[in-house]
């Protein structure tokens, strides 16, 4: 299974970033796919899911309401999106696609964890500052 990011780049507060992810693999419908993130001296922290039909998604609190997490099919290759809104500087870092396994990405309950991840992508850099 594959994953290629991109989008990324650097924005004024307030401003907003789409970043998408293509996945292409035999195995994707046993995955949800996500977003993740890393910052400066800080753990990799969930930011967003959403389940292998597209029915059900997940958002971490710090971001509800800014961000929309969407997935389009097309043959084999599924792309994932987030549109980022209202970005903030603490909002920079190293965003990474992932693989979650068992296809974990239930609305309302907690975030799954990266122990569940099985592939990542490369990562884009997303810089929010004045």
């Known amino acids: 299974l594959q994953l290629v990011e991109s989008g990324g780049g650097s924005v004024h507060p307030g401003g907003s970033l789409r970043l998408s992810c293509k996945a292409s693999?035999?195995?994707?419908?046993?995955?949800?796919l996500g977003w993740f993130r890393q910052g400066p001296g800080t753990t990799r922290e969930g930011v967003s899911c959403?389940?292998?039909?597209?029915?059900?998604?997940?958002?971490e609190a710090f971001v509800k309401g800014r961000f929309t997490i969407s997935r389009e099919k097309v043959g084999d290759t599924v792309t994932v999106s987030l549109q980022m809104g209202s970005l903030m500087p603490e909002d920079s870092g190293i965003y990474h696609c992932a693989a979650i396994r068992f296809d974990t990405c239930d609305e309302g309950a907690t975030f799954p964890s990266s122990y569940l991840v099985s592939y990542w992508g490369q990562g884009t850099q997303v810089t929010v500052s004045a």
């Open positions: 693999g035999s195995i994707l419908g046993l995955y949800a």
């Open positions: 959403i389940n292998s039909a597209g029915s059900a998604t997940n958002y």
